[in-house]
């Protein structure tokens, strides 16, 4: 896990070199292990002996996997989205105490947008983040509120009290509109996503230009976090 975990969104290829040191191992424990993760299939050398990951990967983690389910009800659902609103529309879950983006649909006129799929953002920053904090367990919630927050731009709520207060009036009202908190000149707007039986186990967003309404925004959105939660119900009968 130390090796595969060296890999991020922005660093897809490296030396068995530097995936020792960030791993923290010994050199030639790095390039043994390194060895057999190439033999297995899980990571791969390109032509130029650098690794990346591989394949194998790739197929064991599709295989079963809940979230491939989620994203395979979802798609149909955030097609519809973003041929509507033509922005981002993007699919995330709380993963280890941040928002892992399962899917992200886009199209050439789309705005400014930092989401990646498999990237991760701040649950306190995030439009999606702050749906899934908002929903989720108290104790989850809690840690969060209990560490430093970091600001990802200058309108990042990061006082406990006031995003303690904004947390409310989200499982309140349903919905969240999160104008600049990623990007200045953006506004994140998501809805809770629940399992068909209550629980919430997504969040659904969109990303705006700063300047453009959200009401339709929120209608669309919670239309389709019905349907795929109608689906996801259905699915298990």
Do not use: K
């Not at 892992?100 to 705005?111: A, I």
């Not at 983040?129 to 990042?156: D, N």
Request: proline content about 5%.
């Amino acid at each position: 896990m130390r090796v595969l975990e060296t890999f991020t969104t922005d660093r897809t290829v490296q030396t068995t070199a530097e995936i020792g040191r960030r791993a923290g191992l010994p050199s030639s424990t790095a390039h043994r292990m390194v060895a057999d993760l190439v033999a297995s299939g899980l990571l791969e050398r390109d032509g130029e002996r650098r690794i990346r990951l591989g394949l194998r990967l790739w197929e064991l983690a599709e295989r079963g996997s809940l979230a491939l389910r989620l994203r395979q009800v979802a798609l149909p659902f955030m097609e519809r989205v973003q041929s509507r609103i033509r922005e981002h529309t993007q699919l995330a879950v709380l993963e280890r105490g941040e928002a892992l983006f399962l899917e992200r649909l886009s199209s050439p006129t789309s705005g400014a947008n930092i989401t990646r799929v498999a990237g991760r953002l701040p649950l306190h920053a995030s439009s999606s983040g702050l749906i899934l904090l908002a929903f989720a367990p108290e104790e989850e919630r809690e840690r969060v509120l209990a560490e430093p927050l970091a600001a990802v731009s200058p309108e990042t709520v990061v006082d406990p009290i006031e995003l303690r207060r904004r947390l409310g009036a989200i499982r309140r009202d349903g919905f969240v509109v999160a104008e600049g908190s990623i990007e200045s000149v953006s506004t994140g707007v998501a809805v809770p996503v629940r399992d068909g039986r209550g629980p919430v186990i997504a969040a659904l967003s969109v990303v705006l230009p700063r300047e453009a309404p959200t009401a339709g925004a929120v209608e669309e959105l919670r239309a389709a976090a019905a349907g795929i939660s109608a689906s996801l119900g259905a699915s298990r009968r």
